[in-house]
T-cell receptor
């Protein structure tokens, strides 16, 4: 079974600084997708960024980028120029590829605090 | 495009009652997924449905829980004879092709008293 581990229950960063959230996963599959979701206090799950395992290039979305290390099964999220609105729970998630569309496997989350 | 709509947003049930949670997927999406989030936890997959079919229910508790996605109308997650341990946030997500991207609803917070 696939597992996703987020080893940082909580992270704190000064506004405008850069922060990196860690995520490791375990799978025997060679093709899969990885995601970072943001969950603010409103509870809405918001997709931040996604990565296809077959792509070597790291995904980037504005201030958000990932460091995808397939051999190490590591998928960290870097947030540059942190803003107060970035404060939220961040969840790393895994989904295998192929037909049938299995559900996502989530980590337990990292609570990100932005210090003004 | 209204996104994934879940209702109610909050639901309070007494022990032993039934809870019905509704999810209307995004327009054009035919795949629906239900997840449960316990306090201080990530989301746990429960069930994946397409219209009139349950594709994967490996995450569903064996008793008291059921889900459907009829040809017409929303997907329903039904919990019979609720217990305190069922208190959680229940999220629905939908997708179009079954691959890649999901869109989540805002969740239903179920409280069992």
């Amino acid at each position: 079974a696939q597992t996703v581990t987020q080893s940082q229950p909580e992270m704190s960063v000064q506004e405008a600084e850069t922060v990196t959230l860690s995520c490791t996963y375990d799978t025997s599959e060679s093709d899969y997708y990885l995601f970072w979701y943001k969950q603010p206090p409103s509870r809405q799950m918001i997709l931040v960024i996604r990565q296809e395992a077959y792509k070597q290039q790291n995904a980037t979305e504005n201030r958000f980028s990932v460091n995808f290390q397939k051999a190490a099964k590591s998928f960290s999220l870097k947030i540059s120029d942190s803003q107060l609105g970035d404060a939220a729970m961040y969840f790393c998630a895994y989904r295998r590829s192929g037909g049938g569309a299995d559900g996502l496997t989530f980590g337990k989350g990292t609570h990100l605090i932005i210090q003004p | 495009n209204a996104g994934v709509m879940q209702n109610p947003r909050h639901l309070v049930r007494r022990r032993g009652q039934e809870a019905r949670l509704r999810c209307s997927p995004m327009k054009g999406h035919s795949h629906v997924y239900w997840y449960r989030q316990l306090p201080e936890e990530g989301l746990k997959f429960m069930v994946y449905l397409q219209k009139e079919n349950i594709i994967d229910e490996s995450g569903m508790p064996k008793e008291r829980f059921s889900a459907e996605f009829p040809k017409e109308g929303p997907s329903i997650l039904r919990i019979q004879q609720v217990v305190r341990g069922d208190s959680a946030a229940y999220f629905c997500a939908s997708s179009s092709t079954g691959n890649y991207g999901y869109t989540f609803g805002s969740g239903t917070r179920l409280t069992v008293v």
